[in-house]
């Protein structure tokens, strides 16, 4: 079994080579050379604009923090309730 360094290893920045819509919200345009997140999906890439590579990132960075915390989450408190992100 391989050794676990990263939890986040499957997801990065890249240039657009070329211009594509947003998966998370198809009226966001990602043009040709702009910036975007690229997150591994079974065997391909699923491509976010960076407003809503913001709203994930930011997210993750609150569940990344909650593990760090290693407490086991009852759901009593804090977030679950709904995600804060609209562009779904
Ligand atoms: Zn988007």
């Known amino acids: ?12 920045i890249d240039a657009a080579g070329k211009a594509h819509n947003c998966q998370a919200n198809a009226r966001h345009r990602v043009e040709k050379g702009e910036f975007g997140l690229k997150v591994r999906n079974g065997r391909s890439w699923d491509h976010y604009c960076r407003a809503c590579a913001e709203i994930i990132i930011d997210r993750d ?23 804060p992100d609209s562009a779904r």
């Open 1 to 12: 079994m391989a050794r676990i360094k990263s939890l986040v290893i499957q997801v990065q």
């Open 61 to 83: 960075i609150r569940k990344l923090t909650d593990l760090r915390g290693f407490e086991i989450s009852n759901a009593s408190h804090h977030h679950d309730a709904r995600p």
